[in-house]
């Protein structure tokens, strides 16, 4: 998914499209991120459930994505990663908040749940870094 945000969405759009899970096997028609993604190593699993999987997906203002199962949409993952500009390791939590299927795999969309200030800086920060 290497398409830029349109420009003719309004934020409601936007915002609408970020919050709608995908009908599994549906594509998406367009991205319609606002913000700019970088490549992220996570570690990732389901709620308080067993071990982490490491995980490459992108990162960007308030979520990530990356590609595995098919988890349900709402359902929510413990996610592990590290920052430049956060010294430890960031542990928080995410929701699935849209499951597509691209090229035979399953690309999960995972909006942070009420991530620390200094995640946001740090992410904003960086995100403006790459850019």
């Known amino acids: 998914m290497s398409t830029q945000a349109s420009t003719s969405s309004t ?5 609408t499209s970020v919050n709608t ?6 594509e998406l028609a367009e991205d319609r991120r606002d913000s700019h993604r970088i490549p992220l190593e996570l570690l990732v699993r389901e709620e308080q459930m067993g071990s982490y999987d490491q ?3 992108n990162l ?3 979520g990530v994505f990356f590609t595995a199962g098919h988890p349900p949409p709402r359902s929510r993952m ?13 542990v928080l939590e995410a929701e699935v908040v849209r499951v597509a299927e691209q090229a035979g795999q399953f ?3 995972l909006r942070f749940v009420e ?5 946001e800086m740090a992410v904003a920060k960086y995100l403006h ?3």
Do not use: F, K, Y
């Open 115 to 119: 991530p620390p200030l200094e995640l």
């Open 60 to 62: 960007g203002l308030g």
């Open 11 to 15: 934020p409601a759009q936007a915002a």
């Open 129 to 131: 870094q790459t850019h």
């Open 78 to 90: 413990d996610l592990r990663l590290r920052l430049p500009g956060i010294r430890d390791e960031v």
């Open 55 to 57: 995980r490459v997906g």
């Open 107 to 109: 690309g999960i969309h």
């Open 21 to 26: 899970p995908a009908v599994p096997g549906q």
